[in-house]
T-cell receptor, first 115, second 115 residues
Framework: DGGITQSPKYLFRKEGQNVTLSCEQNLNHDAMYWYRQDPGQGLRLIYYSQIVNDFQKGDIAEGYSVSREKKESFPLTVTSAQKNPTAFYLC??????????????FGEGSRLTVL | GNSVTQMEGPVTLSEEAFLTINCTYTATGYPSLFWYVQYPGEGLQLLLKATKADDKGSNKGFEATYRKETTSFHLEKGSVQVSDSAVYFCALSDPLSGGSYIPTFGRGTSLIVHP
């Protein structure tokens, strides 16, 4: 089955530690995205990538880093510089090109809790 | 810039009641419009979409019509079920150069349906 796989589903971190969230897709999509979801705040864009080896900051990139070395993979690192990292993180992907309508395909999410 | 405004929740209804969740948008271009649904602990799934004015998207008994004159895309369902309880997100995608879209999401509206 084609889709997006995020791991781990739940993650606990001590303050001062970096953690990396995995996102893998087998949909052959060019574009990938990371969103953060907090209660009552909807989805906020952290980073996005439209092509391998290229990515751009979203609205709340501070304290996060990403890489896009392969088309299928877009891992997100939550660094110790992120002041309030406890949240639900969602990875998504989409096609790119002239006839792309902008529909996103989402993973199941990763819930990060800082202890 | 682009923005999406949707009614605040929670919306609480009895089973078989009529549902409306309002969504209005501002966009600089000519966007595509979407409704996504998120069940507890899961990622978002596309519910329906519309790509041009007067298009009606529909799925699972839900409908929404792209109204350019009122910049709206209200979600409706004639008879809700307990299983419709979820958070609903209105979103738009505006094309960038190269055909890659960066979606903008509303804050989400929680729907609770009682038996």
């Amino acid at each position: 089955d084609g889709g997006i796989t995020q791991s781990p589903k739940y993650l606990f971190r001590k303050e001062g530690q970096n953690v990396t969230l995995s996102c893998e897709q087998n949909l052959n999509h060019d574009a990938m995205y990371w969103y953060r979801q907090d209660p009552g705040q909807g989805l906020r864009l952290i980073y996005y990538s439209q092509i391998v080896n290229d990515f751009q900051k979203g609205d709340i990139a501070e304290g996060y880093s990403v890489s896009r070395e392969k088309k299928e993979s877009f891992p997100l690192t939550v660094t110790s510089a992120q002041k309030n990292p406890t949240a639900f993180y969602l990875c998504a992907s989409s096609t790119a090109g002239t006839y792309n309508t902008g529909e996103l395909f989402f993973g199941e999410g990763s819930r990060l809790t800082v202890l | 810039g682009n923005s999406v405004t949707q009614m605040e929740g929670p919306v609480t209804l009895s089973e078989e009641a009529f549902l409306t969740i309002n969504c209005t948008y501002t966009a600089t271009g000519y966007p595509s419009l979407f409704w996504y649904v998120q069940y507890p602990g899961e990622g978002l799934q596309l519910l329906l979409k519309a790509t041009k004015a007067d298009d009606k998207g529909s799925n699972k008994g839900f409908e929404a019509t792209y109204r350019k004159e009122t910049t709206s895309f209200h979600l409706e369902k004639g008879s809700v079920q307990v299983s419709d309880s979820a958070v609903y997100f209105c979103a738009l995608s505006d094309p960038l150069s190269g055909g890659s879209y960066i979606p903008t999401f509303g804050r989400g509206t929680s729907l609770i349906v009682h038996p």
